[in-house]
């Protein structure tokens, strides 16, 4: 497939060229982009690497932009999966037939993806419930499908050379793990339940109960929501309802996840979030979700605070604190970088600049001075993109960062709240007391390793021949010199003497060691200048 669209050269390259059996006929590919070929091939050969393709679509930080921007286009457009399949499947769950289980069960789905098709119910107690039912046979295409992936990105990065600074293997490994908890409903349901905790004194947000007792790794069912997705254009015309309360409610929920909770929808898109009555807010959809720390909550707070002020180095330190340590990064010039790409905005209100945006172009910034971030973090700023797109739509001047400044302002403010200092202060007393405690016994082991007739001290030292070549020349300079210091000593004590014979009122052996000296000085000076 990849060779229908015009990827023949590559399949050659990572030694693949013997399987591609006859030219394949292909249309005149001349005015496609290398993005717009890989988008095509992606599109036909099915879910799994729509899904993939979805996925670089995230990752500004590691791959290039023209691919970002043309994976943005890949969408999950599936055929509805027939009922006799899913009723299949849900039998196989339940061990019953679905009359035994269901009062109602609406055959048509009311969504399709990739890996589920969803379905309308009503449980024998009258309750509404909507069927999340994992499509049949999609866990083999998906493990044929990822064999096949992590074949090809060994290969490229073993043979394409120029390709390894992207890490193939390491973003299939990251693809792999997204699908392995997106196709267990185990843990999307408990994932819901741990939503749901956080929710409770919300009054505003609903997040949809998870009936265990009929829930499992491929069916799950939830509370049916009574509201309309604010994908749909009639969402926010409904009578009672006032869409500035739903963005700030919609708002609030998100920024508590992120800056309270440290765990955020991971794909928070206007069709995963549901317009109710009395202007709440229902949330649907838990398969991805981001983690935060307090270390990366923090930072995030930290890059917003330095957005609004300007404050490029500040923003430039956080990337860098958050990435593992490189001494090949060159902080200064990292944040002129990002000055270059967010400064021509701020004579604009920030109302017309889409800050998700910017700061996805400044990973790709951060991938260029070799600094890794975390992933939560990418699909943070990814999550911002789409939140603006959401906020404009339901008010034209809609500002993210002001909304969430002040939560940023009060995440870093409490940091240093007595209480939370005195937690810190505790922790990081009882980790001194754990160093204190095993500290005699690894000196114990040390020193008699230290005493072992067997120990070695080992060191690695770059550029070693260079080290040597160096050391040897200046050890040859330092004797010249002291030949030199002694001649010159000599001559001269030879002088105080004064004892003859004597050329040009000089003593004769004073005039040798003297001449010997501008010798071996020349012969050292030009030693000195030819090794630079």
């Keep these: 497939m990849f060779a229908k669209h015009g990827f023949e050269n590559l399949a050659e390259r990572v030694k693949l060229g013997q399987f591609v059996f006859e030219k394949i006929a292909k249309k005149d590919l001349t005015h496609l982009s290398l993005a717009e070929r890989l988008r095509l091939s992606f599109e036909e050969l099915g879910p799994t690497f729509v ?18 921007e043309e994976c943005k286009k890949l969408h999950d457009q599936v055929p509805y999966v027939p009922f006799s399949l899913i009723e299949q499947q849900l039998h196989r769950h339940f061990g019953q037939p679905l009359d035994q289980i269901f009062a109602e069960f609406d055959e048509s789905p009311l969504a399709a993806a990739s890996i589920a098709q969803v379905h309308k119910a009503r449980l024998k107690n009258g309750q ?8 049949p046979g999609i866990e083999e295409i998906i493990a044929e499908d990822l064999s096949v992936l992590y074949t090809l990105a060994e290969l490229l990065e ?6 390894r600074v992207y890490n193939p293997v390491g973003i299939v490994d990251q693809f ?3 699908l392995e908890l997106e196709t267990n409903f185990v843990i999307e349901a408990n994932n819901i339940r741990r939503f749901q905790k956080n929710f409770k004194d ?14 499992g790794q491929k069916v799950l069912v939830l509370e049916f929501l009574e509201g309309t997705p604010l994908s749909q254009k009639r969402a926010l015309d409904q009578e009672g309802i006032d869409p500035e309360v739903v963005l700030r409610t919609g708002l609030h929920c998100y920024l508590k996840m992120v800056f309270t909770d440290g765990l955020f929808h991971g794909d928070l898109h206007a069709g995963n979030m549901f317009v109710m009555p009395d202007n709440k807010v229902g ?5 991805v979700v981001g983690r935060l720390n307090n270390r990366t909550q923090s930072a995030i707070a930290n890059m917003l605070l330095a957005l609004a002020a300007e404050d490029y180095d500040r923003l430039a330190y956080e990337y860098v604190d958050l990435a593992p340590y490189s001494e090949r990064v060159d902080v200064d010039k990292f944040a002129r970088e990002l000055r270059d790409l967010i400064a021509p905005y701020y004579g604009l209100t920030l109302k017309n600049v889409n800050v998700g945006r910017l700061l996805l172009e400044s990973t790709a910034i951060a991938a260029r001075h070799q600094l890794m971030l975390p992933t939560e973090l990418v699909m943070f700023f990814k999550s911002i993109v789409t939140i603006e797109g959401m906020g404009r739509v339901i008010v034209k001047d809609f500002d993210f960062l002001s909304y969430s400044l002040e939560f940023a302002s009060e995440l870093v403010q409490s940091r240093y709240q007595p209480k939370k200092v005195a937690r810190d202060l505790i922790l990081v007393a009882r980790d001194m007391n754990s160093l204190v405690s095993v500290l005699p016994r690894q000196i114990k082991q040390f020193v008699r390793r230290l005493n ?10 770059d550029q070693l021949k260079e080290l040597r070549r160096a050391m040897e020349s200046s050890a040859n300079l330092l004797f010249l010199g002291l030949v030199i210091g002694s001649l010159l000593l000599s001559a001269s004590l030879l002088i105080i003497a004064d004892r003859g014979p004597y050329i040009l009122h000089i003593p004769t052996l004073s005039a040798i060691g003297y001449g010997l000296a501008i010798v071996l000085g020349f012969f050292a000076f030009y030693n000195y200048i030819k090794k630079q």
């Design 51 to 68: 899904k993939f393709g979805q996925l670089l679509a995230t990752r500004p930080d590691l791959i290039p932009a023209d691919i970002v």
């Design 176 to 178: 792999f793990n997204s």
């Design 202 to 215: 919300e009054p505003n947000i609903k997040i949809p109960d998870v009936y265990e007792e009929y829930s």
């Design 128 to 135: 509404k419930v909507v069927v999340k039912v994992q499509r």
């Design 283 to 287: 949330l649907i959809d838990f398969g």
């Design 452 to 461: 072992s007739p067997d120990f070695a001290i080992k060191m690695q030292v």
């Design 158 to 163: 073993r043979y394409v050379v120029e390709l």
